[in-house]
């Protein structure tokens, strides 16, 4: 159980340091909409990690037809993608103080929060395929069995979560920074970011690497 524990906080801990178009994007909530929203974010990108790994692990079938039709995924993720960077630079920038009001979220604004880290992390290819590689890694080195996975893929969630939490709460203090102009680059920072990884997917499809 150690062994599973330890192995799935490294890997959580590797995850934590790659910059993403998700890290964009809960910086960006974070310094926005405070921590309480970037909380649900990060909560909707865990479950979203969560519902590939079930797939993966309860539904080969599934992962095979994924798999197999991988030049679609990646695509119309390359596209959402593009998309949601798109309208990140193009959204109008409200003043700091109309924003300082929105930190009084409503229970419908969190639910939505959750449902945009889900899919904002469902949109990447790279997350599906790296839980595949995972899951088809703990197969061949035939590391214990389905509670060790249990264990081992907790521990490795439970890290990434609460890693999303610590740079979340970290953002918060960029928030005495806030200007209309500071959020305007930030937005644009981030939609720059996204766009770039859209494009980098519709790339690889196109080199033949994915």
């Keep these: 159980m150690i062994n599973q524990i330890v192995a799935g906080v490294g890997l959580g801990l590797l995850m934590a340091i790659m910059l993403g178009p998700v890290f964009f994007m809960l910086i960006n ?15 909707g990108v865990v479950l979203s990690d969560g519902f590939y790994i079930s797939i993966i692990e309860f539904s080969k079938s599934l992962v095979g037809f994924l798999d197999s039709h991988r030049d679609w995924v990646a695509i119309v993720g390359g596209i959402l993608l593009i998309g949601f960077g798109i309208s990140s630079i193009v959204t109008k920038v409200s003043d700091p103080k109309d924003i300082a009001i929105k930190n009084d979220v409503s229970s419908k604004d969190l639910f939505f929060d959750i449902i945009k880290g889900f899919v904002m992390n469902a949109l990447n290819p790279f997350v599906l395929f790296f839980w595949i590689g995972v899951s088809t890694t703990l197969v061949v080195n035939k590391s214990g069995g389905s509670l060790d996975s249990v264990i081992f893929f907790s521990s490795t969630l439970t890290t990434i979560f609460l890693t999303d939490l610590l740079k979340a709460a970290l953002a918060i203090n960029l928030k005495k920074m806030m200007t209309v102009r500071f959020i305007s680059i930030l937005n644009k920072i981030s939609g720059v970011g996204l766009i770039l990884f859209g494009c980098r997917l519709i790339y690889l499809l196109w080199a033949g690497l994915i």
Excluded: E
């Design 29 to 43: 909530i974070s310094i926005k909409n405070g921590f309480r929203s970037a909380f649900y974010f990060a909560l």
